[in-house]
């Protein structure tokens, strides 16, 4: 692409991005690379402040066209009209409905844009959809090209070549720079090419952590027993419950094995339901099932949930329909950034009505809440929960019934009130002892909306100074809930403290490292609460 094209005045994007650490590594960021998505480093994912060859910044996948096109459309109105703008987007990723759009808009102007679909019928799992099939079958020389889909949206179609070819590339990508208005290039790749464990486990590689560069091997620290990750804890729960009740679905929107909803996929296949990277249709075939009395949960990520957000009000909420959301990766994640970090759930959906919204502080607290609202619920239900390790290894106690709306008193005292929610509480139970002792209580609230506003009144007689904790941002979020109870109730006279996700992006690095930046590691709570 760089050497065919004139980058940075001809405009490269990326869609989804982390299939550009080659194109990272040409553009003036290969002394720097090893700081890929360290505390301080360069970003897993195109960035537009990072450098002047990535045209547009990406992380959530799809939008490669849109943005193309908009880019086209801008240079042609200003009278460039040599400028070229190229989107290379995957296989998995041209299946979602924002693609779609920039294809169906793009097909009636004489843009010019060159669309590369890269196929290799992989996105982090197996691709999905008759899409997927379609692509299938034109690499399979069967006669599909007289009702060329692509063609068929006035793109001038070619393809599909090997991708790995290199000769035959250059040769078409050079070609292709003469001929004017929307083209679209089909190339064949193997995720993972050159590298035979990658090309073998396509799955397992496509994030699989350090590897012996030679062999492929991974690099995998001694083995200690741990607690099962969050999304195992959800994946076993709903296969569990999924035999007792033959209501229960189970809907991804391509990440089944990210949400461990694979597990059902698997053993139940005619219940669950990956849709490929199409969270508004998610959404959507959720609210429909639920109409009919199915009990569908829809496991999502949370930065994922931002791309449904109309169908979460308009097709779940405004119908009251029961819709269990499990919302994975809630919270800050780590090395992905700013684009993943999961924060904004809380606040953009504390303010619709009908919802629901609770926050387990550990995997006992999930289980239960999974097992509580598949007995019968009449309203959508949000349940947040973050990547990584839960607390205990054997989690898998028998299920109890979570009373809707109570929160609960994990340890008394006398002078300050912390109120926290999710996992983040249990920061409080480890730091509890070094704190003056029969000082500061601790209460878990589980539920964000409806709060539990009996437990409020008494906190609010009992302690002067109130503190929340929450792990999403402090804008609009749970602290501001309780500032709301208060200001409604007429507590003038207590003072609220809120803790939280500051007023801004976070950026990539190690999850604790994070914290400690915007001052939300044990110690700094600790130090914070010693201080007061």
Known sequence: MHYIFNTPNDLLIWDVGHQAYGHKILTERRKIFDTNRQLGGISGFPKRSESKYDAFGTGHSSTSISSALGMAIASKIKGDFNKHHIAVIGDASIASGMAFEGLNHAGVTNANIL????????????????????????????????NNIIEALNFNYSGPIDGHNLDALLTELERLKSIKGPKFLHIITTKGKGLLKAEENQVKYHAPGKFDKNTGELITPKKVPQPPKYQDVFGETIIELAKINKKIVGITPAMPTGSSLKLMLDEIPDRAFDVGIAEQHAVTLAA??????LIPYCTIYSTFLQRAYDQVIHDVALQNLPVIFC?????????????????????????????????????????????????????????RYPRGNATLIDYKKPFTKIPFYKGVCVSEGNEIAILSIGSIGNKIKKIQKKLPKNKVAHYNMRFIKPLDEALLHTIFKKFKTIITIEDSVITGGFGSAILEFASTNNYHSNTVKRLGIPDKFIEHGKTSKLFESINLSENDILNYLLSI
């Open 288 to 293: 429909g099932m639920a109409s009919q009395g």
């Open 115 to 146: 669309i590369i679909l890269n196929d290799n019928s992989m996105g982090i799992d197996p691709s999905v959809g008759a899409l997927k099939n379609y692509f299938t079958n034109v690499k399979a020389g069967k006669k599909v090209r007289k």
């Open 327 to 383: 919302i994975d990766r809630a919270g800050l994640v780590g090395e992905d950034g700013a684009t993943h970090h999961g924060i904004f759930d809380i606040a953009f959906l504390r303010c619709i009505p009908n919802m629901v919204i609770f926050a387990p502080m550990n995997e006992l607290e999930f289980r239960n809440i999974l097992y509580t609202v598949q007995l019968g619920i009449n309203f959508p239900i949000a349940i």
